[in-house]
């Protein structure tokens, strides 16, 4: 009995461990399977279907109007008129019947006129209307080689370039007493903490306008956590680096300028996001205004990189790596713009906006412990002047910016 009992426990010691693990879901998507295949009794739909649908984007054609459309409700969608400014217009779509978070492309023909608003409605095989507004109607640019050269161009203008700028401070930086390098280092912290703020309102804006099928606002707060746990992730390794280098004191003010530099590009990743798919739909005012606002907001965000590594003086690496530091927090602006401008969508918009956030806040919270004075406090008077120095500043050069 011992020996056929000891066989047994052999056997099932020798089966695979992802057999056991996946035995209850085989088990369960069998009763999904048999419930389906019967119809689901006992939940017939009572009542009239609830039928939603969230415009996405809007194509502007000579003669047309496109809207991008996705069920944002449980309910198949069936879209019988089209009304443009109260008049009905002949349409067409790629699909009749528009199922659970599917997408669909309506096409209305109508001559609209540039620079006036219109006002489309879809209305639906039950009489749901839904309303969308098109405010100064500007033709869709064509996406072609010259487009994305000028998407490029308006990454580097309000990216790239005013992050190199701010760069530019760290001599000067070098060059100011130690306690002013605190200072500079709690106005970094509240210069990232308006760009968190901003991501987040950015993100549940997006995500109010269009990703409701896909969670609305839960987008945001899921990018938000997912990166933070990414970056703190990174963190770790780092430190883990940080501990077998010759020179710790340099790691360690690397590791928080690299954190800094990426929290900033996922915010800039957002924020030429927000800007391309502006000027997709013709509602960018690209003029001196904006690229001047643009400049002297992300400026500051080249200082916020560079106040980490202010007491950290080996010029012979410095080049290279704030070179690189300087790419990795404005160049994202040139990605984001490319997407909105050829593929927007407000679901992605919402869970970027939400990854900037996260990282944003994982690199607060590094940065927070070089705030404390010699008795511990993090939030002494030096500290809470650069807090609110870089709260204002950010607000101050914000007012500036209009997309």
Known sequence: MEATRATAERQRMGRPAWLAGAAPLAVLGAVIAVFLALGAPGLNRIGVPQEKLAVERTVLRPGEIELRVRNDGADPVRIRQVIVNDGFADFQQSTKRIGRLGSDRVTAHYPWIEGQDYDVSLVTATGVTIDHQIEAAAETPATDVGFYGLMALIGLYVGVIPVAIGMLWLPWVRRIDARWVQFL?????????????????????????????????????????IAYLALA????????????????????????????????????????????????????????????????????????????????????????????????????????????????????????????????????????????DATGRLLHPLAVGGLVSGLVLMYATSLLVSV
């Open 233 to 372: 992730g990174v963190g770790n390794h780092l430190e883990a680096r940080q501990q077998r280098a010759r020179a710790a004191g340099s790691a360690r003010a690397f590791q928080l300028a690299f954190l800094v530099a990426l929290g900033i590009g996922l915010h800039n990743l957002g924020e030429g996001l927000a800007i391309g798919s502006a000027y997709a739909i013709g509602s960018l005012a690209l003029g001196a205004t904006l690229v001047v606002g643009f400049a002297l907001h992300n400026t500051t965000e080249g200082l916020a990189i560079v106040a980490p590594v202010a007491e950290e003086h080996t010029r012979r690496t410095a080049i290279g790596r704030l070179a690189l530091l300087g790419l990795l927090a404005g160049a994202p602006a040139i990605l984001g713009a490319w997407i909105g401008a050829s593929a927007f969508d407000s679901s992605l918009a919402a869970f970027l906006f939400g990854l900037g956030a996260g990282a944003i806040a994982q690199v607060v919270v590094q940065i927070a412990p070089s705030l404390r």
């Open 185 to 225: 280092l709690a106005l970094t912290v509240g210069l990232l903490a308006f760009l968190g703020i901003d991501a987040v309102l950015e993100g549940v804006d997006f995500a109010g306008g269009g990703a409701q099928s896909f969670g609305g606002p839960l987008l945001v707060f899921l990018g938000a956590v």
